[in-house]
């Protein structure tokens, strides 16, 4: 059973207010990801990291940015929220490579 | 530049049979697979994997075939069942300096009973 948790799971907000949604994992996974999808659409890769320290960006822009100071915790942040950032976001973790990534809930975001 | 395809937005097809889904790629970097599984409003759950050295894979009801030279592959589900009703979505990854873990367009599949 995959030990990673995101919160909250859903969340309204207006427009114009800061939120961080929390990514945490149990499994000492040195890479962890950010996905954005729309519904009905794919994933897109908008943040990872290799580990503690290290971040990058990815192949979809967002004005989102993420920190990665403890192994288990990936947190990712939006300044002022805007409707346009209206989706689902899901983080994912995993040990190497070559491994398959284990999935949180993912957080159902609501900008009005 | 979508580096993974799933030309079939979705898929229908009667209980018991077999579903075939299929994805490309474009980067030859490419060298380790996944299947995945989805629900609306839920995480992405692992199906199967395969490595570039291998060519075909199995799980239970599930097999991956990887055909390098074409830079496809395809899950085979056998027999469909009703509740393998979801999205899928196939993902590449290449080892190296890069650890991207890139998604496929997804196929929604329907098993009518």
């Known amino acids: 059973e995959a030990d990673i948790y995101q919160t909250p799971r859903y969340l309204v907000i207006g427009t114009g207010k800061k939120i961080t949604l929390e990514c945490s994992q149990t499994?000492?996974?040195?890479?962890m990801y950010w996905y954005q999808q729309d519904p009905g659409m794919e994933l897109h890769l908008i943040h990872y990291s290799y580990g503690v320290n290290s971040t990058e960006k990815g192949d979809l822009s967002s004005e989102s940015t993420v920190s990665r100071i403890r192994t288990e915790h990936f947190p990712l942040t939006l300044e002022s929220a805007r409707p346009s950032h209206t989706s689902q976001y899901l983080c994912?973790?995993?040990?190497?490579?070559?491994?398959?990534?284990?999935f949180g809930q993912g957080t159902r975001l609501t900008v009005v | 530049d979508q580096q993974v395809k799933q030309n079939s937005p979705s898929l229908s097809v009667q209980e018991g049979r077999i579903s075939i889904l299929n994805c490309d790629y474009t980067n030859s970097m490419f060298d380790y697979f996944l299947w995945y599984k989805k629900y609306p409003a839920e995480g992405p759950t692992f199906l199967i994997s395969?490595?570039?050295?291998?060519d075909k894979n199995e799980d239970g009801r599930f097999t991956v075939f990887l055909n390098k030279s074409a830079k496809h592959l395809s899950l085979h589900i056998v027999p469909s069942q009703p509740g393998d009703s979801a999205v899928y979505f196939c993902a590449a990854s290449a080892g190296g300096a890069t650890n991207k873990l890139i998604f496929g367009t997804g196929t929604l599949l329907a098993v009518q009973p």
């Open positions: 994912a973790s995993r040990r190497y490579w070559n491994t398959e990534a284990f």
């Open positions: 395969i490595s570039s050295i291998k």
């Open positions: 499994m000492g996974h040195d890479k």
